[in-house]
């Protein structure tokens, strides 16, 4: 079991958790990647906008602060999305989905405030080499977006531990095959003779 002060949850033997990029401090309901897809972001036409500018949900035009607000919101969700994905597309298979909080803007739509993608950091068990592939993965996955969050640098520093650990452990087998391979008795059809060495 990895024990890490972030939270960390196993299944089957193996350390899940969660890369996480929080922008904003709000009280947020979380939902998973599908549902935020889902009616987010629609593009108002240029003629409406030049004319009537951003609206609440009722139609009412909003005032010059809360237009403030909702281009702070939309650069946050768009800087939260961009964070997530740097992880899922660096982490790969060791990645699940991102899940994301959001805030209701002034304008009636939820925009992403927080998010973070499930990574699978455990090592693999009697194999260090895959161990190793493994570490490397998710430490680029975790360093992936340009502004890595303090949760994504400790799970990086708990990645490169387990890869210092794997590089010894691959060492070490290394080592003692090594060691079992000159210790073998020579098989005599297989022993260069005098002459073959020479050739």
């Known amino acids: 079991m990895n024990s890490i002060s972030i939270s960390a949850l196993s299944f089957s033997g193996t350390a899940y958790v969660s890369m996480s990029n929080r922008v904003a401090p709000t009280a947020s309901e979380t939902e998973d990647q599908a549902d935020e897809a889902l009616g987010q ?70 925009y992403a405030v927080a998010g973070e993608v499930p990574i699978d950091y455990g ?45 010894l452990e691959a060492a070490q087998q290394q080592s003692m095959m090594a060691q079992a391979r000159g210790s073998e008795p020579s098989d005599p059809e297989t022993a260069e003779t005098p002459l073959e060495q020479m050739a």
């Open 123 to 167: 090592p693999v068990p009697g194999d260090p080499q895959a161990t190793i592939e493994k570490m490397q993965t998710v430490i680029a996955a975790a360093m992936a977006p340009a502004d890595p969050s303090p949760k994504d640098l400790q799970i990086a520093a708990q990645a490169r531990q387990y890869l210092l650990e794997a590089k």
């Open 41 to 110: 972001d629609k593009p108002i036409e240029a003629a409406d906008e030049a004319t009537a500018g951003p609206t609440r949900a009722d139609g009412t035009p909003l005032a010059p602060e809360e237009i403030q607000l909702l281009e702070q919101l939309k650069q946050t969700d768009r800087d939260v999305r961009q964070h997530e994905m740097a992880h899922q597309i660096a982490g790969g298979a060791y990645t699940s989905g991102a899940s994301y909080e959001y805030e209701m803007g002034p304008d009636g739509k939820r």
